[in-house]
């Protein structure tokens, strides 16, 4: 049955970007369309650390031509349905249940997909924990957060990844190191100095807590700049810029974290905030990676080596634009819904209310234009 029906479209992951393509494709009343989760719904955000807050603010500007920047569907606003400008992860998991459940988007949880290949007939077929399934285009929507990205020095693996962290609480008072400053290190030592703990971040990029730049994925958020100078007045936390780890060592008891300027020592784990890979492995071998470990796609996010395949998400990458937020990647959604349509001769109307809304984004010369002020 499986083989004479294949299905037109599996979009596999169940985050705000599998969501969001799988809203799109829905608008359109495209048939035979599935999505595979091997978790629940929003099941990334609801491993996010009980103190962290979403970085993008939520603001419900959608009459006004401004949609909620962590929107996925372009007349939805977290900011109203949640009733929070900065929602906690689990809040923000709610947001996407009820959009899976006020759109009627059928979402098999409890799926893993475990290998996805190209057939001759141009079809996909993948292995899942429910058997093969056949398709026409596959989305890969996996996300990043649930592969931390540990660093090459000896000893990391004393350190403990804040991917792994559900609590700042559990870590109590006392020194802790924390290597990597971006948004992950600074938001852990927010929240260990509000808790009481002195805490050292150890950053190799002397400027990025010093410069503000127009694009937030390179810079730190005005609502981490905001935390951090309140934070920052309490005295407990010491920012070393341009210092390397070199290696970690556990020495009486205690953790030497060993950079190139000076050795710090740290009472807990250090805590590792080097940032996530992209998790491909399903589909790995179907990418063209470039040096910096990203997919090359084309200009409708689809893979160079696998047509029909597209990705979508943070890990979607095209020269310099970096669309690892959620009001980036959402920009693609309808990029890549219209390419899955077209193909099928299948209308694309519907796909003019992302127009509407200012939710596609296809000129990408604009990316990374400066601000006035
Ligand atoms: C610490 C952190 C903070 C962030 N804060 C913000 C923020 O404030 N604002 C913002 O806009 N963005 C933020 N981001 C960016 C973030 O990556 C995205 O917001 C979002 O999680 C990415 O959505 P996604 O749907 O691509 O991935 P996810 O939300 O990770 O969803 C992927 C889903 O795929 C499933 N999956 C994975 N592999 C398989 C498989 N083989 N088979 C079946 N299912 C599978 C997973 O279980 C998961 O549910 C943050 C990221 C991190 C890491």
Not at 64 to 84: E, K, R, Y
Not at 241 to 251: H, N, Y
Not at 269 to 295: D, I, K, M
Request: proline residues 6%; neutral net charge; charged residues 20%.
């Amino acid at each position: 049955m499986a083989l004479q029906h294949p299905c037109n479209t599996v979009i596999i992951g169940a985050g705000p970007a599998g969501l969001g393509v799988l809203a799109a494709l829905r608008q359109a009343q495209l048939p035979r369309v599935r999505l595979l989760e091997r978790d629940r719904i929003g099941a990334s955000f609801l491993k996010w650390p009980k103190q962290m807050r979403m970085i993008s603010p939520s603001f419900p500007g959608n009459s006004f031509g401004a949609p909620d920047l962590n929107a996925i569907v372009p007349w939805t606003s977290p900011a109203l349905s949640l009733g929070s400008e900065h929602p906690a992860g689990a809040a923000y998991a709610r947001y996407l249940e009820w959009i899976a459940e006020t759109y009627r988007l059928a979402v098999e949880t409890g799926v893993e997909v475990s290998r996805v290949d190209a057939e001759p007939d141009g079809t996909f077929r993948l292995e899942t924990s429910l058997g093969h399934v056949r398709s026409r285009f596959v989305v890969w929507a996996a996300g990043e957060f649930q592969q931390p990205r540990y660093p090459p020095f000896p000893g990391s693996e004393l350190g403990l990844h804040t991917g792994c962290i559900r609590d700042y609480e559990g870590l109590g008072a006392g020194e802790r190191v924390i290597v990597g400053g971006c948004e992950s290190g600074m938001d852990a030592a927010i929240h260990l100095s509000r808790l009481g703990a002195t805490v050292t971040v150890i950053e190799k990029n002397i400027q990025l807590y010093r410069e503000t730049n127009p694009d937030p994925s390179l810079a730190l958020s005005p609502f981490t700049l905001d935390r951090l100078r309140e934070a920052r007045a309490a005295g407990r936390i010491r920012i070393v810029g341009g210092a390397e780890v070199q290696q970690i060592e556990r020495k009486n008891g205690l953790y030497a974290v060993v950079t190139t300027k000076k050795t710090y020592v740290s009472s807990g784990r250090p805590l590792l905030a080097t940032g996530f890979s992209p998790c491909a492995g399903p589909v790995a071998h179907l990418l063209e990676w470039n040096s910096e470990g990203y997919a090359v796609l084309t200009e409708c996010d689809e893979s160079t080596l696998a047509p029909g395949l597209f990705v979508a998400g943070p890990v979607v990458r095209h020269g310099a634009a970096i669309f690892c937020f959620i009001y980036k990647f959402r920009q693609r959604f309808a990029v890549v819904a219209r390419a899955i349509l077209e193909r099928l001769g299948h209308p694309t109307e519907s796909l003019d209310i992302y127009r509407r809304h200012g939710m596609i984004l296809e000129d990408l010369s604009c990316c990374g234009e400066a601000c006035a002020c």
